[in-house]
T-cell receptor, first 116, second 113 residues
């Protein structure tokens, strides 16, 4: 499968613990996005990267959230001191943004986080 | 701030009925528009996209959408729905500046056999 892959698919954690999610984008894609989705809502933008540079971080994202894409390939999203309100599906997507060719965003299956 | 609105939150149709889902965006510049579908238990998949050119865009599975710039709209249509179209549908937009995807809240479609 050469699509966007996310790991783990499910994560249950106790409140106050730290969690880290990984996203492997489609290999040629230079853009990588993180979204959060809760029941009955559309994906909510968290942050995005072009290559290794983090271009924007949502104002909704507290300091407990951090994302990296160290070599412009895979990305990690870390949530520190998790709270019950962090329970959601975390989606990763990637796309190619180029001078002559742009693609749409391709989404992974998501990581479902449950904070108990 | 850029936003995307979907007016129908839940739609129930019988098979063979026609479908139209509304989508409006709020941005005056150049936009790219998308419809994504999420079948139960599956990830978001692209139905169709508009970057430029013909404002009537045809996608997969018989879906189409029309970009009407004067109305800031990009409504999704299908002449005859099938039970397998039961899913959640999301409209999304990006701007030519950031290419950041902004999604609507989604429309949950249920097609009765």
């Amino acid at each position: 499968d050469t699509g966007v892959s996310q790991d783990p698919r499910h994560k249950i954690t106790k409140r106050g613990q730290n969690v880290t999610f990984r996203c492997d984008p489609i290999s040629e894609h230079n853009r990588l996005y993180w979204y959060r989705q809760t029941l009955g809502q559309g994906p909510e933008f968290l942050t995005y990267f072009q290559n290794e540079a983090q271009l924007e971080k949502s104002r909704l994202l507290s300091d407990r959230f951090s994302a990296e894409r160290p070599k412009g390939s895979f990305s990690t999203l870390e949530i520190q001191r998790t709270e019950q309100g962090d329970s959601a599906m975390y989606l990763c997507a990637s796309s190619l943004l180029g001078r002559s060719r742009n693609t749409e965003a391709f989404f992974g299956q998501g990581t479902r986080l449950t904070v108990v | 701030a850029q936003s995307v609105s979907q007016h129908n939150h839940h739609v129930i149709l019988s098979e063979a009925a026609s479908l139209e889902l509304g989508c409006n965006y709020s941005y005056g510049g150049t936009v790219n528009l998308f419809w994504y579908v999420q079948y139960p238990g599956q990830h978001l998949q692209l139905l169709l996209k508009y970057f430029s050119g013909d404002p009537l865009v045809k996608g997969i599975k018989g879906f189409e959408a029309e970009f009407i710039k004067s109305k800031f709209s990009f409504n999704l249509r299908k002449p005859s729905v099938q039970w397998s179209d039961t899913a959640e549908y999301f409209c999304a937009a990006t701007t030519s500046g950031t290419y950041k995807y902004i999604f609507g809240t989604g429309t949950r479609l249920k097609v009765l056999a």
